[in-house]
């Protein structure tokens, strides 16, 4: 059973305080249930933070990207190991800001998630296609490129990654893939997945996800959860889209 899983990405938000209380009521508001997780990746200067109020906890934390290198001459990046070090469970890598804005290529998102798994990390690995490859057609090419390449560099370790669709139309833009048209593609990954020997891997969507929205898309056979931007921000609303699981 592969069980769901809610993964709050805050992007480059927060500050000491604000992240208090919001962590604060994360912890006192989520009630696990069987085969339910949940977890936030925090910007690097908050693990401490995360590490200190979350310790113990049922919520699990983690970082927002790192480095494909473990050590070296790579002024401005965070290595795996330095991220395990805050008692992280996952990393986020690949995420479609990453790939716009800093060029990142399903090569190097496939050697962060490698270098994720040698840190002792578990690496949620985004892909998703953009407005005009959806209007286009290609969205099973897009997504089957991105996929391809980290179950090629991982080889049997790909049973161990999370994966995250997140259609970059559906991004901070308030528009949301259908539960339909994300069950297709979940539906996409998993068979891709499952060629590759990596058939109990999570698939989570990500993409404007809202406690108005999440019970349907969760409700998706394929759809293991979601991986949530703004609305994790909110503690109301980040418990709630993690009860309509």
Request: aromatic content about 6%; overall charge negative.
């Amino acid at each position: 059973m592969r069980g769901k899983l809610v993964v709050g990405n805050w992007k480059m938000n927060g500050g000491l305080a604000a992240n208090a209380t919001l962590l604060v009521a994360l912890v006192a508001g989520f009630k696990p249930k069987p085969g339910l997780q949940m977890a936030v990746c925090v910007p690097f200067p908050y693990l401490a933070q995360a590490r200190d109020v979350l310790a113990g906890s049922p919520v699990a934390w983690g970082a927002q990207d790192m480095s494909e290198f473990a050590a070296g001459a790579h002024t401005g990046d965070v290595a795996g190991g330095m991220i395990a070090e805050f008692g992280c469970r996952y990393a986020i890598v690949g995420h479609s800001e990453r790939r716009e804005q800093h060029g990142e290529t399903d090569v190097i998102v496939a050697a962060k998630a490698k270098a994720a798994l040698a840190a002792g990390l578990t690496p949620v690995v985004c892909v998703g296609e953009t407005l005009a490859e959806r209007d286009a057609g290609q969205w099973h090419t897009v997504v089957a490129r991105q996929l391809d390449a980290v179950t090629g560099a991982l080889g049997r370790d790909a049973s161990l990654i999370v994966l995250a669709y997140e259609p970059c139309w559906a991004i901070g833009t308030g528009r949301t893939a259908t539960p339909e048209q994300a069950q297709e593609v979940h539906a996409f990954l998993r068979g891709r997945l499952a060629s590759a020997g990596a058939t109990g891997v999570q698939v989570l969507y990500g993409g404007s996800v809202k406690a108005a929205n999440a019970g349907a898309l969760f409700a998706q056979q394929d759809v293991d959860g979601g991986l949530v931007g703004g609305a994790s921000l909110d503690a109301v609303e980040f418990l709630a889209i993690a009860n309509a699981c």
